[in-house]
Each structure stands twice: as structure tokens, then as C-alpha cells.
């Protein structure tokens, strides 16, 4: 009796390390939003170089409804799914979900992602499975959160088509039914079922790495401005396309990267000193990059992809 009280004591531990994690990224976004990106993002850096970025990326959450909803539904799921099974299932069904599902996005060619959504549709999926009854109908009709969670997938649908905001549907697809096949293979008496979500992950990885990383390496240099011309405000160019811009940057110094505004302000996106920066830049946007000391060392205008090497 000790032994499996001192065991109670440690559900929901795994879970509730996920949750917090997720709060102190969020505390750390609202405080300095640049050094998250820069740290924790896929965009600015390479698959081969640093892989974890496809699970770091995700704990990133620009908006506090995003936020909260994750959270939320994480405590939600996330809890049942450890108490049931372990943090051992919970751990391989959340991250191997938030990972698919992420990198599903990339296959498509699409841009690395926010949120933790894809691991919570991951339990999600594993839970549908685990408790299915006679009929669909039965199952979610006894339990209401399972109705209710797919209603707000549904509703957030219809908002990214209707142009409201941005959701990434289709990580949402992947991870459940990535949660899906977990939930078969603890059913099942034969648990050899988990190779089935394994071959669906590397095979989803491999697309995945090299639809993210081969139009980086293709990239032709593009010419800077002087540092002596003056930026003109590009106006609002966020409905333009983005494109892949490389800073490349040999010695590499500590320098700071500022776009230009609508309203011609230098908005600091980053301080670093990486020899090579990725860029998702929209055309017509401004750039400039300065030294530590507030020195011009480059600028530009994004007009198609490029390399931008600093001299």
C-alpha cells in the first residue's frame, strides 16, 4: 500500500512539468519576445543543426487566448491520459504528437508553427480510442469534453477559413490521429501496434526536413544598400509574400537586426551573433542590421529570396 501511495503521488507530475513549462515560456514571451524567438523558434535556424527547435517552437504562445485555451485543455486531457496509463504513454503521446504533428506542417510546406495544440489533439486522440463504446454517438455523448473540444476545433476551422485568424488544421489532423494510433496499440494485446505511429513519425520527418531545409540551400545572394541611404517606410507589406532570406554574417558578431515600420521606426527583432540568420521576411519590408555600438553594418529591402552577406 505505501509503495502505490508513494506511485499516486507522482501522477500527473509529467503533466504538470508540460504545464508549467508552458506558463514560464509565456512569462518569458510577454517579457522579452525577441530573445524567445531568437532561442526558442524554428524559423531562424536549421533542422540539422537544432532539431529540438520543432518541440520548442511549440511551447511559444503569441496571444493569451491561445494560451489559456492550450493550458487548459492540457490540464484537461492531459491529467487522465498520465493517471490511466503513466507519464511514459503520456510523455510518448505529447511529444511524439506536438513533433508530427509539427513537422506534418513542414511537409506541406507551410511555416513552423506556435502552440501546443497538436500534443493536447495527441491525448485527445489516445482518449477517443481508449474509452470508445458501441458507436461514435455513445462515446462522446458520455463524455461531454470530448464533443466540446471538437466543437472548438470545428469553430477554429471556420475562423482560419473565414481569414479571422491563423489555426494550423491540419497539425491538428496529424496529432490525433498520431493520439490515435497510441490509443490502438494500448487496446490492442499486440503492442507491436506502436510501430505503426513510429513509421508514420519518420516518415512524416523525413518529408518534413527536407521540405523545410532544401530552399534554404538554393538561396542566390541579393544585393544591400549602402548604409548611407535612407529607408523609406514600406507601408503595411503584411499581406504581401514572405520569402527566405539568409543574414549571413562570417566573423560572426554580436549585432542587432531591426525591420523598418509602417511609420518608418527601427523595430529591434533580434540581437545575436550568428553566423548565418534565417529570415521569413514579407517583400517590400525594410531591414537593418547595426553593431552593438548602434554602427550600420548593413540594409536592405527584400525583393525576392536572397543571401545578405555582410561585409
Request: hydrophobic letters at 50%.
Amino acid at each position: 500500500m505505501e509503495i502505490r501511495g508513494r506511485r499516486e503521488q507522482f501522477h500527473g507530475m509529467a503533466m504538470l512539468a508540460v504545464a508549467l513549462t508552458t506558463i514560464l515560456v509565456y512569462a518569458w514571451k510577454l517579457a522579452d519576445s525577441a530573445r524567445v524567438e531568437d532561442v526558442l523558434f524554428l524559423a531562424n535556424a536549421s533542422l540539422f543543426s537544432e532539431p529540438w527547435r520543432v518541440l520548442t517552437s511549440t511551447f511559444i504562445h503569441r496571444l493569451a487566448p491561445h494560451f489559456v485555451f492550450n493550458l487548459l485543455t492540457l490540464l484537461w486531457f492531459g491529467r487522465t491520459v498520465e493517471r490511466r496509463y503513466g507519464a511514459g504513454i503520456f510523455s510518448l503521446t505529447f511529444f511524439g504528437a506536438l513533433w508530427t504533428g509539427h513537422m506534418s506542417m513542414l511537409a506541406l510546406g507551410l511555416l513552423p508553427l506556435h502552440g501546443i495544440s497538436g500534443g493536447v489533439c495527441g491525448l485527445y486522440g489516445l482518449l477517443l480510442v481508449a474509452d470508445w463504446k458501441d458507436n461514435p454517438y455513445r462515446t462522446v455523448r458520455q463524455r461531454p469534453e470530448y464533443w466540446l473540444y471538437a466543437l472548438a476545433l470545428i469553430a477554429l476551422f471556420i475562423a482560419d477559413r473565414l481569414g479571422l485568424t491563423p489555426v494550423a488544421n491540419f497539425n491538428h489532423a496529424v496529432a490525433i490521429f498520431y493520439g490515435a494510433l497510441i490509443g490502438l496499440a494500448i487496446v490492442s494485446s499486440h503492442r507491436g501496434k506502436f510501430a505503426a505511429a513510429g513509421i508514420v513519425t519518420m516518415v512524416i520527418t523525413v518529408v518534413g526536413a527536407y521540405r523545410w531545409e532544401m530552399p534554404w540551400r538554393r538561396l542566390p545572394a541579393s544585393a544591400a544598400l549602402n548604409c548611407a541611404v535612407h529607408l523609406v517606410p514600406p507601408g503595411d507589406v503584411t499581406g504581401n509574400p514572405y520569402v527566405r532570406t539568409i543574414i549571413r554574417d562570417e566573423p560572426a558578431r554580436h549585432k542587432r537586426l531591426y525591420y523598418i515600420d509602417a511609420g518608418g521606426r527601427a523595430v529591434l527583432l533580434s540581437s545575436n551573433s550568428r553566423a548565418s540568420y534565417r529570415l521569413l521576411p514579407y517583400i517590400g519590408s525594410a531591414w537593418r542590421v547595426e553593431s552593438t555600438d548602434g554602427q550600420c553594418l548593413t540594409q536592405f529591402v527584400v525583393t525576392r529570396p536572397g543571401v545578405i552577406a555582410i561585409e
